[in-house]
C-alpha cells in the first residue's frame, strides 16, 4: 500500500493497515495514536521533535527477508581440531565470484560437533557460514582451549576515508529529519555514502549537567569531555537541491545550532564488507566443569565489525562468558533472530553476560532469548541508532535491559520481556563509567519487567507505552498495565513505510486470551481447560518459528569437500634475531641493544575517545571482544608500532589493580560487582568462591590467568621473532606501599583470595590511608607466603623456557630488603639447574642491596644485567642511595633524603665503575638524567641506552666488540669507545676532538652523527691510523664523531 503523509497542525498521520482489537487505546494527544483504521499520527512538540520511526533495522533495512544462499562447499566432521578446516572453507567461497545479488555461496557444516580451538574469520563479502541446526542433533562448533578468543568473527577492514565536512546551515533540524540544509549549497550526489557528524561540544555537555558527572569522585574519572560523545550517523544521500540533501534514513537526535550543529562528509570505505551471514548452528564454549564461574574460556561467541547488511540467524550460545552475539560501531543494518544464550559460565559482574549488544546502528535483534544475564539486551554507549530489539525475552538477569550509558539514541523495545530484571533508559550518574544520561528519544512498547527506568533528558524525551511493569522517571509513561494494539510497533511502522506487511509479522506471538473482567461460562470453562498446559516460552517458540519456517539447502553447484584440493597451511618455520649478553653489552641478532623503551600502563583506562587516542600499550589490558589501542591492544600492531618508532625493548609489569573503579583510589568495599574496563588482567584466576573487594569472586593463587600469560608468551614470541627485548618484571612493589587504594584489590591481600596467606585483617592503614605492608609481603620465612612466592616465580620462568629475548627483572619499583632478593635469585638458580638452561637474569633495587648480592660469589653467577633505579650520584659528586627494606618507595625516600641533581659526567661514572669491576655483565641505566644522559650510559658501556636508531648497520655491528678507552682529555670533555682495527665512536661537548691512533695503523671513513636524531654526515677525507688526529667539532653543541671501516 503506498505510503502517505498529510501535515495537520501538529500532528503527522501515517497511513498503514494496521489492525486494532484492543480493549485499551491511544488517543490523539499519545506521542504515537493509532487510529481506527490503523493509521499511525505522530505527534510532534514545539520543536517538531517526535517518536523517531525505528523500522529501518535489519538486514536491508528489513525491506526485503534474509535470504538463503545456495551451498558452495560441505565441511564433513573429522577427529581432532577442525579450525583450519573450516577457515579454508570460508578462504575457499571467499575467492569466488560475487552473483547478481552479491553473494559468493555458503559453507555448509554438517549435523555433528566440530572442535575449534582457534576462531574462524570472515573478511570477505557475500560469504555464509551455516549449521545443520541449532538443536543437539544440529552442528555445534565446540569451542576448546582456555584462550578467550572470540569463535566467530565477521570481520572488515576498518579504512573509512573522509572526505570535509560540510557545516550544515544555523537551523533546528527535530527528531526523525531526513532532509538537512546547507546554507552555502553542498557537493553531495545521490548515491554518496556520508557521515553526519553531531558534535557533543562542551556547551551541550553543561546544558544536560553531564559536566557535573563524576565531580565528588576523586580524579573525575566519569565527568563527560567535549568529543567523546559525538554522534555519527552513517546514511546515504537518496535525493539533493541546490541546498540540500535528503537521507534514506532519519536522525535519532535532533540537531541544534544553539550546541554546534552539526556537518556532514561523504566517505569511501571499500574494506566494509557486506552480505555476510552466520546461520543455523550452536556454539558451545568448553570451560572448567568445577568452577561455574570459570573465564579460562571463550568470552564471546560472534563479533562483527566493518561490516553491513549481514545476519546471524537461528545461532545457540552456551556456555560463553560474554555475549552470543556483540555488534560493534562500525556495523550497520544487520539483523538478529532466533538466537538463544544459554547457560552462561562466568563472573557474575559488568561485562560478563552481555547476551545480546550493540554498539552499531540500524540493528534488529528480534526473536532473542538470555538466561541469567547481566545486561540480557542492550546498547552501549553514545549508539547513534537506530536499534530495535523485537519480542525478546530474558529470563532471571542478574541487571537491567537497556542502555549502559552516554546518551544511546533511537533504541526500541519492542514487546520485551525481562523476567526478574528492569529495563532501563535511566540517568546513571557515575554507575557504568560515567554513564550519565544512557539512552534519549528511545520507546518502550508494550514490555513487560519488574520496573521500566524512563527519563525525559534535557532537550529530548523516551517514552514507554503499554508497558506492565513499576514506572519511574519523569518521561513519558502511558497506558501503563494495559495491551493495545498493534502488537509490535516495529512492524507497524515498517508496514506504514514500506506499505506492504512483512512476513516476520506471522512470527509475532500473540497471546490468545481475553483480558476481559466478565467471561461468560464457555470463556472460562475454556480457560480452565487451558490452565493444565504450561504458556509458550520464548526459547519454545524460537524453536516453534525455526521449525516452520526451515533453511532450505540448495546443494545443486556445492561441492564435498574431498572434491576440492583445499590444504590446510602448514605451520611455518620462523627465524629468530636473539637477545645475548655479548662482551658485557645487550646485543640482538649480534648488535648493540639501542633505542627506546616502552613500558605498559600501571592504571588509568578508559574506552572513551578521548583516553583511546592516547592510550598507553599494554600486554595485558582486555576489553571483551574489543581490539585496537587502547583497548586489548592487537600485538602484531604493536610490535609494529614499537619497530617503527625506534623501541626495542618492552617492559611489563603486572598492571596495579583489575579494574577501574578503584581508579578513584579508595580503599572501600565496592557495592556491587559493576566492574568497569579496560581491565588490567592479573597472573592469577578467580577461584569461583567468596568475593572479593572489588566483589567479583576471590583469587585462587594457585590457578593461572590463562589469557594474561597467553599474552605474555605471544608477545614473547613477537619480540624472539622482531628483534625486541621483553623485560618480564615479576612483582610490583606499588601494591604494597603508599597509598592504601594499591593494596585495596590485590590479589595477594587475603580479604581477596582463598589462600590463607595470613595478611592482617582489616588492613591496618597508617593514619586510615597509607599502606605498609612490605615487610610483611617480603616475609618468606611464613611457609605459606614463600610457598606462593616460589610459585610465582616458578610460573614467570615456566612460560618464558624456550624464549630467547626475556630478560627476568625483580620489579621496577623494588626497594625491599636483601633477604627477599636472594630469595628471588635462589628460585631462579634452582629453576636453571632443574630445567638445565639459563636465562636472563636483571637486578635492580637500592644499591646496597645490589653491591651485597655481587660480591656474594654465587648469587652474582645468576646476575647478568644490573639495573641502576634507585640510586645515583649527584652533581658534585656524593651518592644520593636509600638503603633497602625500610618499607619507603623510591618517592618516599626522594621526600626525605635530597635526591639533588645529577649530570652527564656522574652518569658515566656510574656505569664506567661498575663495568670497570663487572666487565663480562650488563648495566641497564633507568634513571632519568641530566642532558644526553642516553649517550653518557652508552658511552660508558651501559646497555639498552636510549640513543636515536643509527641508520647505518655497521654502527650497531660493532659496538658489541668495543670498550672504553680511557681519555687522557684532561678537561673530560671526550668520550670514547673503540676497538683496534675496527673503529671509534667520541662523544664531545667540546670544539676540537683528538684521536689517538698511534697504535693503530688501519685508516678509518668518518661520520658525524647528531646526538639528537640520530642524522648522519659523511665526510669524504679518511682519518690516517698510525698518528695522533684533531678533528674540528663545527657543531654548537655535543656532537659524536664515527669511525668505521669502508
Known sequence: MKQKIVFLGILVFVFASVRLIAHFKTTKDSPIHITEEGHLIYKLDENGDRVPDFSYCGFQASNVGIPNVSVKIIVPVAEGDATQKIQAAINYVSKLPLNSDGFRGTVLLEPGTYNISGSLLIQTSGVVLRGSGAGENGTILHATGVDRETLIQVKGDNNRVLENF??????????????????????????????????????????????????????????????????????????????????DVPLTNAIDPEFGGASVAKYAWEGRINNVGIENLQCVSSFDSGNRKDENHRWMAITMENVSDSWVRRITARNFVSSAVAIWETAQRITVEDCKWLEPVGEIGNHRRYAFHSLGQQVLFQRCYAEYAYHAFSVGFTTPGPNAFVQCYSYMPYHFSGSIGGWSLGVLFDKVTIDGGNISFGFRDVDGQG???SAA????????????????????????IASWAQGYGNGHHELQHTFVKPESIYFAQLEARTGKKSQEEEKIYVYPSSETTAPIAEMTAHYSERSKTPDVTMDQWIDQMIKEYPIENDISSAKNWDEIDLKVPEKENISLLPLTLKNGWLAIDNKVAIGKSSRTSLWRGSTRKSYVDQAIRNLT????????????????????????????????????????????????????????????????????????????????????????????????????????????????????????????????????????????????????????????????????????????????????????????????????????????????????????????????????????????????????????????????????????????????????VDVGETSFEQIYRAVAEFKREFPEKAMVYSRRGAPFSNWAVFMAGGSFATIPTIANEKFANAIPEMKVIASENTNKQQWTLGKTGLGYIVFSTSKEITIDLSNDKVNYQQAWINPETGALNYLNEPVKGGQVTNIKNESEKAAVLWLFLK
Open 166 to 247: 560540510q557545516k550544515l546551515s544555523s537551523t533546528y533540524f527535530p527528531v526523525n529529519t531526513t532532509t538537512l540544509t546547507f546554507e552555502k549549497g553542498h557537493s553531495f550526489q545521490v548515491g554518496d555514502n556520508v557521515v553526519v557528524n553531531r558534535p557533543s561540544t562542551q556547551e551541550w555537555i553543561e546544558s544536560i549537567g553531564a559536566d557535573k558527572i563524576g565531580i565528588y569522585v576523586d580524579y573525575t574519572l566519569t565527568k563527560w569531555e567535549a568529543g567523546d560523545f559525538d554522534f555519527n550517523w552513517d546514511r546515504k544521500v537518496v535525493a539533493i537541491t541546490d541546498s540540500s540533501i535528503t537521507l
Open 435 to 437: 554513564g550519565g544520561w
Open 441 to 464: 528519544n528511545s520507546l518502550c512498547w508494550q514490555c513487560r519487567a519488574a520496573q521500566i527506568h524512563l527519563p525525559a533528558p534535557p532537550g529530548a524525551q523516551n517514552w514507554a
Open 621 to 896: 589490558r582486555f576489553v571483551p571482544g574489543r581490539t585496537g589501542r587502547g583497548l586489548t591492544d592487537n600485538l602484531d600492531t604493536l610490535v609494529a608500532d614499537m619497530k617503527k618508532e625506534g623501541s626495542v625493548v618492552m617492559k611489563h609489569y603486572p598492571s596495579l589493580w583489575y579494574e577501574r573503579r578503584r581508579d578513584d583510589h579508595a580503599r572501600t568495599r565496592r557495592a556491587d560487582a559493576d566492574v568497569w574496563t579496560p581491565f588490567f588482567e592479573q597472573p592469577f584466576s578467580r577461584s569461583g568462591a567468596g568475593e572479593a573487594f572489588d566483589r567479583l569472586s576471590k583469587y585462587d593463587l594457585n590457578k593461572w590467568n590463562t589469557w594474561y600469560w597467553l599474552r605474555l608468551k605471544e608477545f614473547a614470541n613477537l619480540a624472539d621473532q622482531n628483534g625486541l627485548a621483553f623485560v618480564q618484571e615479576h612483582y610490583l612493589q606499588h601494591n604494597i606501599i603508599e597509598e592504601g587504594a594499591h593494596w585495596v584489590d590485590y590479589p595477594w591481600r587475603s580479604a581477596n583470595n582463598i589462600n590463607n596467606l595470613g595478611f592482617a585483617e582489616n588492613t591496618p592503614y597508617a593514619g586510615d590511608k597509607r599502606v605498609y605492608m612490605a615487610s610483611e609481603f617480603y616475609y618468606i620465612t611464613n611457609p605459606v607466603r614463600r610457598k606462593y612466592h616460589e610459585q610465582y616465580i616458578r610460573k614467570s620462568l615456566d612460560e618464558f623456557k624456550d624464549n630467547t629475548n626475556i630478560i627476568h627483572h625483580l620489579g621496577m619499583e623494588y626497594t625491599g630488603p636483601l633477604h627477599f632478593a636472594e630469595f628471588w635469585l635462589d628460585v631462579i638458580a634452582e629453576w636453571e639447574k632443574e630445567n638445565n638452561t639459563n636465562v636472563l637474569v636483571m637486578l635492580p633495587g637500592t644499591k646496597d642491596v645490589q653491591d651485597s648480592i655481587l660480591a656474594d660469589p654465587q648469587r652474582s653467577k645468576i646476575v647478568d644485567v644490573v639495573d641502576v633505579i634507585q640510586w645515583q650520584y649527584r652533581k658534585d659528586g656524593s651518592l644520593y642511595a636509600p638503603v633497602g627494606g625500610q618499607s619507603l618507595a623510591g618517592r618516599q625516600y626522594a621526600r626525605i
